[in-house]
Structures are given as C-alpha cells and as structure tokens.
C-alpha cells in the first residue's frame, strides 16, 4: 500500500529557477534524444512521474498516438500547469497532467507499460513508497526506465534492488531499463 502521508513541493521559485536551467541545457542536450532511446510503441499507456514542464510528457504523447496513453504526474501546481497548456496548445489528447500529494498515484493497478522517472529520484523522500506504487502500476511486462539525475548511479541501484520488486536489465549510460518483479 503506497504511503498516505501529504507531501509538499519544493517551493516555485526553486521550481522555476530548475526550469529555467533545463531551458539553458536542453539547448545543447535536446530531450528528444533520449525519448528516442525509450522502448515506446504506438498504444502504449506511460506514465511520466516527476514530468516537470513536460519535456518528456509531451514528446512521449506524440509518439504513442491517439491509442496511447501518457498520465504526467507530479507534486508541483506549476508543473501540472504547464503541462496541461502545452498539451492544449498541441491539442494532444492523449495526456492526463495529474497533480499527486502522496505516492498515491490512483492509476489503476497492472494497467501501465512504461514509468518514466528522469532526474527526479533525489527528490523523493521515501523511494521505497515510491518504487511500491510503480510496481503496483506497472503491467507485469512492463518497464520502468530512469534517469536518477543528481542521484550516483550506485545509490540509484542499490535503493532500486533493495525494494526486492524490479531487477535492473539494462544500463546505458545514466539511463537503466527496470523490469518488475512478480509479486511475492
Ligand atoms: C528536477 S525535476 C525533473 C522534471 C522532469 N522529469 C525532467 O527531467 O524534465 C523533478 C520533478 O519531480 C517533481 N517531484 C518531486 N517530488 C515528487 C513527488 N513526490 N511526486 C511527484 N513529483 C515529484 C518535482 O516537482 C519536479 O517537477
């Protein structure tokens, strides 16, 4: 059961002030090279956790089409806004910017094929309610491909495997593919 404890978001001027800096580096780094590298079909339901101002959200809707699902959740109202209005002006439909203050997410059991979580796991409080929930959503042959961002990998790995849940498939650089284990 994901923990029912109210989580606060960082404050907006230091979510803005991390926006602003993604605004700097994707520049040089555009995210759709990595969406490129994530196992995406067209029909896919995904789920976006800690999607910030959609960088990955929106890219990931147009790839999995009108069939495709991508729920984009996070704790932060700006970051919810965002989404919502880039996936309006896009008329992408197929997005659902859902604002969370537990580990709660209320997406339906078995029902997702792909969590993307990219640098947001220095920011979780209990990774371990965290990584319950995602495995609670995920399908079984579902994958969780992740990012840990300011997080050593070797931290990362360790928290990932402690839960006993996934086993780690792939390593591609800073990016893992993360498959679920059957439930024991
Ligand atoms: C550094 S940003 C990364 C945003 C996005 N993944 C990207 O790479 O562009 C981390 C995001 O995680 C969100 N976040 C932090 N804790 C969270 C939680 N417990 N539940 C949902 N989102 C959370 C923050 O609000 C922020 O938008």
Redesign the pocket.
């Known amino acids: 059961m994901a923990s029912e404890k109210r989580?606060e978001?960082?404050s907006a001027a230091l979510?803005r002030i991390?926006i602003w800096f993604?605004s700097l580096t994707d520049r040089f780094w555009n995210?759709q090279r990595r969406v490129e590298k994530i196992p995406l079909r067209a029909g896919m339901a995904v789920v976006?956790?800690?999607?910030?101002?959609g960088?990955?959200a929106l890219p990931m809707a147009r790839l999995v089409g009108p069939e495709g699902k991508v729920f984009a959740?996070?704790?932060?109202p700006l970051?919810i806004s965002t989404v919502r209005e880039k996936a309006a002006r896009e008329s992408l439909t197929n997005v659902e910017a859902m604002l969370?203050d537990s580990?709660a997410t209320g997406i339906q059991g078995s029902s997702i094929d792909l969590v993307l979580l990219?640098?947001?796991l220095h920011?979780?409080g209990d990774c371990g309610a965290?990584l319950r929930e995602i495995h609670r959503i995920l399908r079984r042959d579902g994958v969780l491909f992740m990012d840990p961002?300011h997080m050593k990998m070797p931290r990362a790995e360790e928290i990932v495997e402690g839960t006993g849940l996934f086993s780690i498939a792939e390593r591609r650089g800073h990016d893992m593919l993360v498959v679920p284990k059957a439930e024991l």
């Open positions: 989580l978001p960082e979510y991390n993604y995210p976006d956790y800690g999607c910030g101002p960088r990955y959740v996070d704790i932060q970051a969370v580990y990219v640098d947001t920011q979780i965290l961002g």
